[in-house]
């Protein structure tokens, strides 16, 4: 397996950092994340049309790049690291994914050149109340009407969930349990009886809703796949999500890192800078040390998840490495972030510094899609089975 980057992956890779750089500064993130909608609409349709991320990864026959998982990946590791406000990581890594794994031949010439072309921005609804993760996560219920389905629930923790246009949506049959009996569907957001309402969180510079289906009847055309037997699809597009937002893990760890070596470097104590005293270059050696582990982890997952939507040798190895990637990258995150604050004395919860949202965001996607604990027990099942 190759692991050092092209010639075109370390452009993507330096374009995206010189753009982003440029766009999301530290005024940008706070002026976005102050809105209810989490999102200046220029710079996304600046992304769509002046850089067309949203389709590098979405195959060319709809419109897209057709590039693969790990020049995704080079892209979201950057986005991590300036902390980009946008509506990216729901349409692309949750969406477009659905889309691509699951989605009919007419769903995907619909939805995903639309999304090629930034017209549309779409997110995943699945989980509940419960805060679960997995398959028991699907409490929405749908049942059969003639030909048609009738969704009702509620869905919780939906990233963008109250602006995106499009929504997919996981329900499970009446009386199924587990992995049993889930659908999954493609639904227009201002279909009758879907309420979105914003929900405030911890991290601001991402945004989730919570989303209420009240007898919601879509047509046959809108289910995506086999009826009732949706959870292995389901499943592989949350393993691609979380080497995604793995990903973005590690660009923030990288920015911490920086932000704290810059801060020490001019900090004075005791006729100093406090970056030459030996603790605080073991703090961040250790710093380093779990950023650079996490990257081979995520670079690894990139190219198990590249072979995975390719039919490849490694594409049974999905689970494993997506678990390894987010269970290591959630922990490195927080514990830089929290190293970072620690490193930076009292400024660092001060709202004019940027530790604290890089500080949110780690503790918001430690969480996200299942936390360290929950993925490591998924290793160690699949070790042991």
Not at 216 to 223: K, W
Not at 276 to 294: C, N, P, S, Y
Not at 343 to 364: I, M, P
Request: hydrophobic share 40%; charged share 20%; with cysteine.
């Amino acid at each position: 397996m190759e692991f050092s980057f092209t010639e075109e992956q370390k452009m993507i890779r330096d374009t995206a950092q010189a753009f982003l750089a440029e766009v999301s500064s530290s005024n940008a993130i706070r002026s976005a994340m102050d809105t209810e909608q989490g999102f200046d609409p220029q710079i996304w349709q600046r992304i769509c049309e002046e850089m067309y991320w949203q389709a590098i990864h979405i195959p060319e026959e709809y419109g897209g790049m057709g590039l693969g998982y790990v020049d995704l990946v080079v892209m979201l590791e950057q986005m991590g690291r300036y902390l980009l406000c946008s509506p990216f990581f729901s349409t692309v890594c949750l969406a477009s994914n659905a889309l691509i794994v699951a989605g009919t031949d007419e769903q995907k010439q619909q939805y995903l050149t639309q999304i090629c072309e930034g017209s549309l921005t779409a997110t995943l609804a699945y989980t509940s109340k419960n805060g679960q993760w997995d398959a028991t996560a699907v409490q929405g219920i749908v049942t059969t009407q003639g030909d048609d389905y009738v969704l009702n629930g509620t869905y919780r923790y939906v990233l963008d969930g109250h602006t995106a246009q499009l929504l997919i949506v996981a329900a499970r049959s009446e009386g199924s349990e587990g992995e049993q009996g889930i659908s999954l569907f493609a639904i227009d957001a201002n279909t009758p009886g879907v309420k979105r309402t914003w929900l405030p969180t911890m991290d601001q510079t991402r945004k989730q809703a919570e989303i209420v289906f009240d007898n919601v009847r879509v047509s046959s055309s809108q289910l995506m796949g086999e009826a009732n037997n949706a959870w292995p699809q389901l499943n592989k597009v949350l393993q691609l999500a979380a080497i995604a937002i793995a990903a973005e893990q590690v660009g923030g760890s990288q920015q911490v890192l920086d932000l704290t070596l810059e801060y020490t470097k001019e900090r004075v104590q005791f006729g100093r800078p406090i970056a030459g005293f030996q603790a605080v270059k073991h703090q961040a050696a250790d710093m380093m040390l779990r950023t650079e582990v996490a990257r081979s982890a995520v670079y690894y997952a990139a190219c198990v998840a590249e072979e995975a939507l390719s039919g490849g040798l490694l594409a049974d190895e999905l689970g494993e490495a997506a678990s390894v990637a987010k269970s290591y990258c959630s922990e490195g995150y927080f514990k830089n972030a929290g190293d970072a604050l620690q490193l930076h004395g009292g400024v660092g919860f001060t709202w004019e510094y940027d530790v604290h949202l890089y500080f949110k965001r780690a503790k918001s996607s430690e969480l996200f899609l299942g936390d360290a604990a929950y993925h490591r027990e998924h290793v160690a099942t699949l070790l042991l089975d």
